[in-house]
């Protein structure tokens, strides 16, 4: 089992739809969780934090965190032809402060279609 | 506030040389990351770095190294280059402090080709 899962897509959603991106991890001892959008050529642009269970909201953007089913979402509204990109799902995998690796998963392509 | 600064962007060298990439955190930034990213194997961790010290280490051969500066700015070294090294290497720092204190902000890369 990897350690940070995502569905590959490519994922394509009408624009002005709700995007939803998923992800998976597989330390329950993990605390910190981040996604990442990354356009072609580009590094990779952090976009949400998440700590805590629950959802977290960012204007257009919700990440929602659920540690006791390990698992981790990203919601786009009103979806953007300028949201088309490579989202990733980054896990701080373990115990927190001393140990600042991030684990990656390998990506969704997302793509926003006019 | 600047961002994250690599130098070089691009290099090309020849299989059995060595190569230094920089990277200089952003303002305040303590910890340093390096990540390798490859179409085949996605970002994976090479070490972080925090007060010039490595704390972590990624699953990569002795051939990749780093190092800290007191000012936090970082290095990383490849010797020995192989074709497989061909990568983008990606710097990411953190301030580690604050109720968002382990986001990680990356820098635009440096593009290794090995011939």
């Known amino acids: 089992q990897k350690e940070v899962e995502q569905n590959s897509g490519p994922l394509s959603v009408p624009e002005g739809a709700i995007a939803s991106l998923n992800c998976t991890y597989s330390?329950?001892?993990?605390?910190?969780f981040f996604w990442y959008r990354q356009y072609s050529g580009k590094s990779p642009e952090l976009i949400m934090s998440?700590?805590?269970?629950g959802d977290k909201e960012d204007g257009r953007f919700t990440a929602q965190l659920n540690k006791a089913s390990q698992y981790v979402s990203l919601l786009i509204r009103d979806s953007q032809p300028s949201d088309s990109a490579t989202y990733l799902c980054a896990v701080n995998i373990g115990s927190n402060f001393g140990n600042e690796k991030l684990t990656f998963g390998t990506g969704t392509r997302l793509t926003i279609i006019p | 506030k600047a961002g994250v600064t690599q130098t070089p962007r691009y290099l090309i060298k020849t299989r059995g040389q060595q190569v230094t990439l920089s990277c200089s955190p952003i303002s305040g930034h303590r910890s340093v990351s390096w990540y390798q990213q490859t179409p085949g194997q996605g970002l994976q961790f090479l070490f972080e770095y925090f007060s010039e010290t490595q704390r972590n280490k990624g699953n990569f051969p002795g051939r990749f190294s780093g190092r800290q500066f007191s000012n936090s700015r970082s290095e990383m070294n490849v010797s020995t280059l192989e074709l497989g090294d061909s990568a983008l290497y990606l710097c990411a720092s953190s301030y580690l402090a604050g109720s968002s204190y382990n986001e990680q902000f990356f820098g635009p890369g440096t593009r290794l080709t090995v011939l």
């Open positions: 998440i700590y805590s269970n």
């Open positions: 330390d329950r001892g993990s605390q910190s």
